[in-house]
């Protein structure tokens, strides 16, 4: 079974950054779309990145120009640099491929707060 285990979150103030990581537990980078998503506190879980097995990449709008989704395939891992963090973006994050077709992982918490 697959396990996709995300870390990096953290409390940070508004204007920081932080860097996300999600590794998976076997070869699933290669062929298929990955994305992160995320779940605010009340509101259903979003897809905010996603990065295609060509590499291309496409945002929510409400990360757009502050969120950059990478990846490195050889480490089964997928990256979410977020910068100009804002406190809407608390949540718990996530990834899993785009559809999804994983077992969620446990997520990381990011808290942004002053």
């Known amino acids: 079974q697959v396990q996709l285990v995300a870390s990096g979150g953290a409390l940070v103030r508004p204007g920081g950054s932080l860097r996300l990581s999600c590794a998976a537990s076997?070869?699933?980078?290669?062929?298929?779309?990955m994305g992160w998503y995320r779940q605010c506190p009340g509101k259903e879980r979003e897809l905010v990145a996603e990065?295609?097995?060509?590499?291309?990449?496409n945002y929510a709008d409400s990360v757009k120009d502050r969120f950059t989704i990478s990846r490195v395939i050889a480490r089964n891992t997928v990256y979410l640099q977020m910068n100009s963090l804002k406190p809407e973006d608390t949540a718990v994050y996530y990834c899993?491929?785009?559809?999804?077709?994983?077992?969620w992982g446990q997520g990381t918490q990011v808290t942004v707060s002053s």
């Open positions: 076997i070869d699933i980078l290669r062929r298929n779309t």
């Open positions: 990065i295609s097995s060509l590499g291309i990449r």
């Open positions: 899993n491929t785009v559809g999804p077709g994983y077992p």
